[in-house]
């Protein structure tokens, strides 16, 4: 059975970068940070303020569904962080992917506003945040390999709470109430 790729998706500030850090010490699996993977045109376009948009993010998610693939081939487990904010995003890193699954970090906008206020040395600002939640769309019921998970606990809480939720079913990881 091959190991899954768990992709830790949600809008900017959620602490997907800090969770998926930790999840992948705990599971000896590769982290790979797909802002890491845009392209340099979206960088400067996000450090200018501006939205990204369906056609700035297909390189982008080419790139991060080509690291899917390779963790896949060389049955390598990997923990990603991606914001797979659509569907057709999350279908795009879905294809040819069989054994990805995602943790999709969620809290509301006044809790991550404050969040991303308080971090420091990043290339999205705040001012984008309105824009993610608003191009979000949230994962529904046919999509049963994205797990919703609070982000309202503590980070060692929310991480120990993926831990359990990739353990107790690495393959075949469904809806679960968080």
């Not at 998970?149 to 809806?175: E, Y």
Request: aromatic share 6%.
């Amino acid at each position: 059975m091959a190991v899954p790729c768990i992709i830790l998706m949600g809008v900017s500030g959620t602490g997907k970068t800090s969770v998926g850090m930790a999840l992948a010490r705990a599971l000896n699996a590769k982290f790979l940070d797909g802002d890491d993977l845009h392209p340099r045109e979206n960088i400067l376009k996000m450090a200018a303020g501006q939205a990204l948009n369906d056609e700035d993010r297909l390189p982008w998610l080419t790139r991060i569904s080509d690291v899917i693939f390779s963790l896949g081939q060389k049955n390598e487990a990997g923990v990603l962080v991606c914001s797979a904010l659509k569907k057709r995003y999350r279908d795009t890193l879905r294809a040819g992917n069989a054994h990805v699954r995602f943790i999709w970090l969620q809290g509301d906008y006044q809790f991550v506003l404050n969040r991303m206020r308080q971090r420091q040395g990043h290339f999205m600002p705040e001012a984008l945040l309105q824009s993610q939640f608003a191009t979000l769309e949230v994962p529904g019921e046919e999509e049963g390999d994205v797990i919703p998970v609070d982000i309202s606990p503590a980070l060692s809480h929310i991480v120990s709470h993926c831990i359990s939720l990739v353990s107790a079913a690495p393959a075949q990881m469904t809806k679960v109430a968080s």
